[in-house]
């Protein structure tokens, strides 16, 4: 039978009608459970066995499945196996209710892959509190799903439009953009995702978590959801500007911007890369007071992706891998460094390495994280960008003693 229950004032997560499943043989069983939710916003299915819980599940497809452990013909654990298994279903969020407490038990519940456990008789209101943390972790994981789906729906279209914008020669240089400056938002999006991810697996395997300790790992999960978003839209910034990217164009869009505050924002991004997040140390020198600077954020967020990444991959081998980011003032210009402790430039690569194209490193983007690589279009990126501001970009190298890329711009720099 399915039955609506409704109520109270609900919170902003369940303003959106979270479907829940309750799946128990004993009739008072499932007559508690509905008391309890009686004034909720929830809407409420029930089934008395397995059997029929797996008959509806296509039709109603609920966010969180209530589940008894001992019921006849199929048991929870199978049915959780089953939910967990089944594409379309494996990310609804399973509650398995037990009267027994051992941990044999629980720990059987856990590699059904149930995502919490609860032994009867259960208090009302720690049931009111699993479901609530288990449905926000739901809505989340659903937000970050979409938010991943609609990255992707926005660099097919962005794609589309570039493709019947130009189809000369020049068409092959801009996809290659395309496809290496949105690599710094969609590592912020992948990095992000996997600790959420990471953390949701953490809080659920812990046998004895607090209330406080889930709704603070929530809290964590929702913040870098925000962060998730602020690279989708990093990357679509990036590519409609790539659409839009003549001269005029982009000087109408020049806002005054905090370069420190960009800087950090950008690592921010980088910290969740496994190699930039972990194993190169980062030191940065910034002035105090920098003077706004008039230009594009995505101009400098590329700019800033690309030097930091091109400075990990010299210290791959590197013994000491440390990465200094510094900001000055002089004679009218802000000047921008980048110096790294990697294997350097080789003096007769100097003059080619703004060269579009021209690379030192592997270009098969599957090798192994230890073997850098690269289409030569990063450097090359950036000498476009520094030039645009009619500014200069400077690299003072020696092999095996690292590299300082230095970069002199204009206060009020508009586009030539």
């Known amino acids: 039978m399915m039955t609506t229950l409704s109520g109270n004032t609900p919170s902003a997560k369940d303003t959106q009608t979270n479907k829940i499943l309750v799946v128990d043989d004993e009739p008072n069983h499932l007559k508690t459970i509905q008391r309890i939710f009686m004034k909720s916003a929830y809407q409420l299915v029930?089934?008395?066995?397995?059997?029929?819980?797996?008959?509806?599940?296509?039709?109603?497809?609920?966010?969180?499945?209530?589940?008894?452990?001992?019921?006849?013909?199929?048991?929870?654990?199978?049915?959780?196996?089953?939910?967990?298994?089944?594409?379309?279903?494996?990310?609804?969020?399973?509650?398995?209710?037990?009267?027994?407490?051992?941990?044999?038990?629980?720990?059987?519940?856990y590699r059904a892959l149930a995502d919490d456990y609860l032994t009867k008789p259960f208090d009302a209101d720690e049931l009111r509190a699993k479901i609530r943390i288990l449905l926000r972790l739901k809505n989340t994981q659903d937000e970050l799903s979409a938010l991943n789906h609609s990255l992707g729906k926005i660099v097919r279209m962005r794609t589309r439009e570039l493709i019947k914008k130009d189809r000369q020669a020049l068409l092959g240089t801009m996809l290659g953009g395309i496809v290496h400056n949105i690599r710094g938002p969609l590592t912020a999006l992948q990095g992000n995702i996997e600790v959420a991810d990471?953390?949701?697996?953490?809080?659920?395997?812990?046998?004895?978590?607090?209330?406080?300790?889930?709704?603070?790992?929530?809290?964590?999960?929702?913040?870098?959801?925000?962060?998730?978003?602020?690279?989708?839209?990093?990357?679509?910034?990036?590519?409609?500007?790539?659409?839009?990217?003549?001269?005029?164009?982009?000087?109408?869009?020049?806002?005054?911007?905090?370069?420190?505050?960009?800087?950090?924002?950008?690592?921010?991004?980088?910290?969740?890369?496994?190699?930039?997040?972990?194993?190169?140390?980062?030191?940065?020198?910034?002035?105090?007071?920098?003077?706004?600077?008039?230009?594009?954020?995505?101009?400098?967020?590329?700019?800033?992706?690309?030097?930091?990444?091109?400075?990990?991959?010299?210290?791959?081998?590197?013994?000491?891998?440390?990465?200094?980011?510094?900001?000055?003032?002089?004679?009218?210009?802000?000047?921008?460094?980048?110096?790294?402790?990697?294997?350097?430039?080789?003096?007769?690569?100097?003059?080619?390495?703004?060269?579009?194209?021209?690379?030192?490193?592997?270009?098969?983007?599957?090798a192994a994280a230890v073997q850098p690589s690269g289409t030569g279009i990063g450097l090359y990126t950036c000498d476009q960008i520094v030039r645009?501001?009619?500014?200069?970009?400077?690299?003072?190298?020696?092999?095996?003693q690292g590299t300082c890329f230095t970069i002199r711009i204009p206060h009020s720099s508009q586009a030539r």
Do not use: W
């Open 46 to 109: 029930f089934a008395e066995n397995g059997k029929q819980a797996l008959a509806m599940l296509p039709q109603f497809q609920p966010d969180l499945v209530i589940l008894d452990v001992r019921m006849p013909e199929m048991d929870g654990h199978q049915l959780c196996r089953h939910i967990k298994n089944d594409p379309p279903q494996r990310g609804t969020m399973v509650l398995m209710l037990s009267a027994c407490a051992d941990l044999p038990e629980r720990l059987a519940g």
């Open 198 to 366: 990471l953390l949701t697996r953490q809080i659920l395997a812990k046998e004895e978590a607090s209330v406080e300790e889930i709704l603070e790992t929530v809290e964590k999960i929702s913040s870098l959801h925000q962060t998730v978003k602020r690279a989708i839209g990093q990357a679509d910034e990036m590519l409609t500007n790539l659409l839009t990217r003549s001269r005029d164009g982009a000087k109408s869009n020049r806002r005054e911007m905090d370069l420190n505050a960009v800087i950090r924002e950008e690592l921010d991004f980088f910290n969740t890369d496994r190699v930039l997040g972990k194993s190169i140390h980062k030191k940065l020198l910034l002035h105090p007071q920098l003077p706004p600077l008039m230009g594009n954020h995505t101009d400098f967020s590329q700019l800033i992706y690309n030097l930091v990444k091109n400075a990990a991959d010299a210290m791959v081998a590197a013994p000491v891998r440390e990465l200094t980011i510094s900001t000055d003032l002089d004679d009218g210009h802000i000047i921008l460094a980048f110096r790294d402790t990697g294997s350097g430039i080789p003096p007769e690569d100097i003059d080619k390495i703004f060269d579009l194209y021209f690379t030192t490193k592997s270009s098969d983007h599957h």
């Open 388 to 400: 645009a501001y009619g500014g200069t970009i400077s690299v003072d190298s020696q092999p095996n």
